[in-house]
């Protein structure tokens, strides 16, 4: 059993940077690849960014590649997902996930744990 716990969404305004950071219990957090997905008012939830389980390889969605980052602290167990050059069609609940697929099939039918979520806003 993994849990997890999502901080650091807030209202921001276009154009700035913010940090979200998702802490999981267990002593197996080394095992499960980690991603973050977004859910926008009325749409279906998506793929934002996945990390491997040592960390060295990760995957992006068009949408946010060259503006978002995914990293890991195996040690802290944490998972974080660097936002820069923020803009409104980023607003959305951001949800922590672990699985035990790869990066690369990283999807919402494949994850076994969900975060709570934490809601970012990007005002224009």
């Known amino acids: 059993q993994v849990q997890l716990v999502e901080s650091g969404g807030r209202l921001v305004q276009a154009g700035d940077s913010l940090r979200l950071s998702c802490a999981a219990s267990?002593?197996?957090?080394?095992?499960?690849?980690m991603g973050w997905f977004r859910q926008a008012p009325g749409k279906d939830r998506e793929f934002v960014a996945a990390i491997s389980r040592s960390g060295g390889i990760t995957r992006d969605a068009d949408s946010v590649k060259g503006r978002f980052t995914i990293s890991r602290d195996n040690i802290k167990n944490t998972v974080y997902l660097q936002m820069n050059s923020l803009k409104p069609e980023d607003t959305a609940i951001y949800y922590c996930?672990?699985?035990?697929?790869?990066?690369?099939?990283?999807?919402?039918?494949?994850?076994?744990?969900w975060g709570q979520g934490t809601q970012v806003t990007v005002s224009s």
């Open positions: 267990g002593r197996t957090f080394s095992s499960y690849t």
């Open positions: 996930a672990a699985s035990i697929t790869t990066p690369q099939a990283m999807a919402v039918m494949a994850i076994n744990y």
